[in-house]
Structures are given as structure tokens and as C-alpha cells.
């Protein structure tokens, strides 16, 4: 089956890339995508090569896989797909910590929404002004302040808190997105030494990372206490930002509630740029 669903991926891949993007001419074409024998050529294998590998005949190399992701100008998460499913670890093997374009867009459309960007490894890179305006920003003083396991686990917030259940249901499901991200993710030296860390110092996180929960949809909620307005209750929606390998946090206010009064009070007091780009200098 494992032969199948790659095959299957490249022929998907193939069939959805514009032969323009990839410096082809469109021509005229009977079917869309890229042609085999385009691949075969741009890659340096044989069209009966791809025309096999898509059958789920053929066990590529890892130089075949990297071949065809360079022709096809594959986007970091297409890349580490296909090479998890080749069963190899990505050339680089880091996790991607860089927003596009898109990604940061999304973070306007939501003017009035507090919104952040992770990478896999919950690193925050991006954060939002409504998000800015909840006044639960991190530091800057330790070199994982951006890190939101890191936060979690050792250093957390005194501005946020959360019910018992809600409490447990997000650290479940921060440790299980992470050690999900560190199979995917092997060579990446950062992301180990946070692991570390994290066993080391936490023992719910140890406990967690031993048996850690099925990967699932994530949706919270999480009190924000601001000094001016007082307590802010806000449901948390976790978003897959596939292009960039990101994810998004979105929180959200019940409508027609007091707290969304109070989320849109401090969010119009609030000056400043609509999008901040953040991050830590240190590992993590």
C-alpha cells in the first residue's frame, strides 16, 4: 500500500502543476498538469521510470525523490510529504520557520480577530494586532519565550488561564502536534534540544510525550486577563496553513456576548501595525 500512496502523490503532484510555473510551455494539451515524459526529462530518469513509480511498481531513490521535487518546484510540505512517504527524511530535515506572502495576509483579513502563526514546532512567527492588543505577548527575555510549548509547560503566561479540562486538552494536544512534528522532522537539532528540555524540566509533558494522543482538530477556550477591561474569555480554533507548513490560531469571542464587548474595546483602543513578525534567537 505504502508503494501505492506515493505513486499516487506523484501523479497527483504531476497532474497539478502548472507546466508554466515550471518554465513549460503550455502547448496544447488533452490532459492537465505536466506530461510524463516532462517529468521524466526535467528529473533525468526515464518516462517508464515515472510511468512505474506511479503504478506503485517502483521504490525510488532518495536522489529520484529529490529529483522530482526540484523539476516540480515543490513547496516545503509537498517536499516532506513525498519524502515521508518514500520513507526518507528531507534533505535539510529542518522545520520550515518561514511565512509567505499568504500566510501573513491571512493574519490582516482578521483585523478584528486575535490571530497567530506557529510553525510546526509552535514556534510563534507571526502574530496580529488584535492578538498584540490582548496584551499576552511574549517577552523576549529567555530565548523560548516565543515558543508556546515552552510557555506552556515551563513558563507559562500569568495573563491566560484556563479551566482543568481545558488546561489538560491543550497541553495533550501541544505535546502530541509536537512529537508528531519531531517524527516528521528527525534532523532538526533545534526542535530535539526543546524535546529535551521539555522532558527534562516538565514531568506532564514527559508523561504525555510517552504516550502521546492522536493528532486531532484543536478547539479551546482560554481566559485572557487584560489590566483594562478585566477578563476576556476567547474559544481557540487551530487552522492548517499547508502552503508554508504553518499553522494558525484563531480566537474568538461568543456573539452577542460581554466578552466580545470586551475584545472589540481593547482591539479599537489599539494602535499600531496590523501584522508583527515575531520570533526567539535562541533553539526551539
Do not use: K
Request: some cysteine; glycine content about 10%; aromatic content about 6%.
Amino acid at each position: 500500500m505504502a508503494l501505492q500512496d506515493l505513486g499516487a502523490e506523484v501523479r497527483r503532484l504531476r497532474e497539478g502543476t502548472d507546466p508554466a510555473s515550471i518554465g513549460l510551455p503550455p502547448g496544447s494539451r488533452r490532459t492537465r498538469g505536466v506530461r510524463r515524459e516532462e517529468l521524466a526529462e526535467l528529473a533525468g530518469v526515464s518516462a517508464d521510470h515515472v510511468r512505474r513509480l506511479e503504478q506503485g511498481r517502483r521504490h525510488p531513490s532518495a536522489a529520484v525523490v529529490n529529483a522530482i521535487a526540484r523539476a516540480l518546484r515543490l513547496r516545503p510540505a509537498e517536499y516532506e510529504r513525498l519524502c515521508a512517504l518514500a520513507g526518507y527524511i528531507a534533505v535539510d530535515g529542518r522545520v520550515p520557520r518561514e511565512a509567505g506572502s499568504g500566510a501573513m495576509r491571512l493574519l490582516e483579513r482578521f483585523a478584528d480577530t486575535p490571530v497567530f502563526l506557529t510553525d510546526a514546532a509552535w514556534n510563534v512567527v507571526a502574530v496580529n494586532g488584535a492578538w498584540m492588543a490582548l496584551g499576552a505577548g511574549a517577552s523576549n527575555l529567555r530565548p523560548r519565550d516565543w515558543n508556546v510549548a515552552w510557555r506552556t509547560f515551563s513558563h507559562a503566561h500569568r495573563e491566560i488561564s484556563r479551566a482543568d479540562d481545558d488546561a489538560a486538552a491543550f497541553r495533550a494536544t501541544l505535546t502530541a502536534r509536537l512529537h508528531s512534528t519531531s517524527l516528521r522532522y528527525p534532523g532538526d537539532e533545534q526542535l530535539a534540544e526543546l524535546v529535551d528540555e521539555l522532558r527534562t524540566t516538565s514531568r506532564s509533558f514527559d508523561a504525555l510525550w510517552r504516550a502521546p494522543a492522536i493528532v486531532a482538530p484543536f478547539e479551546n477556550r482560554a481566559v485572557f486577563r487584560h489590566p483594562g477591561v478585566g477578563d476576556i474569555a476567547l474559544d481557540g480554533t487551530l487552522l492548517e496553513v499547508p502552503g508554508d507548513n504553518l499553522q494558525a490560531v484563531v480566537l474568538t469571542a461568543a456573539p452577542g456576548s460581554a466578552d466580545a464587548g470586551r475584545l472589540g474595546e481593547v482591539v479599537r483602543a489599539r494602535t499600531g501595525p496590523a501584522v508583527v513578525r515575531v520570533g526567539q534567537g535562541g533553539p526551539g
